[in-house]
């Protein structure tokens, strides 16, 4: 039972603590941000968690539960050496097909700079003026 407690506690202290960064980091939103601008970051916010979910297939999940179970040693240094490299390669491919435009070789200076402002921000932008 105590463990229980123990390990509930750790899990809550994340969530506590997450949710207290945002909490206080709520001024300086407000101060940096224009109104129209919070869709913009929660857009943003949104797509990260959804890329952060959906891109390592949950490795890091598989890797925790089969690690007691591999010996220790080679074993778990080859579970954890596969669970990297396929969550490395999962972003790196999603990288490059979400933004294909960054590793074009004929980018100008100019695209870069347009492509960094998405077409989201710059419609709030246009249609606040």
Sequence with gaps: MRTLWRDGAVYALGTIVSRGLGLLLL?????????????????????????????????????????????????????????????????????VTSCPEWFSARRSRSAFARSIVSPASRSCATSAS
């Excluded at 919070?38 to 949950?58: A, H, Q, R, S, Y």
């Excluded at 925790?64 to 050496?81: F, M, Q, S, V, Y």
């Design 27 to 95: 001024p300086l939103y407000t101060r940096a941000l224009a109104p129209q601008q919070f869709g913009v970051l929660d857009l943003i916010v949104t797509t990260g968690v959804l890329v952060n979910l959906l891109v390592p297939l949950e490795t890091p999940q598989a890797v925790a539960r089969l690690w007691n179970e591999r010996g220790d040693g080679e074993p778990r240094r080859r579970l954890a050496t596969t669970g990297f490299v396929f969550a490395a390669i999962g972003y790196a491919v999603s990288t």
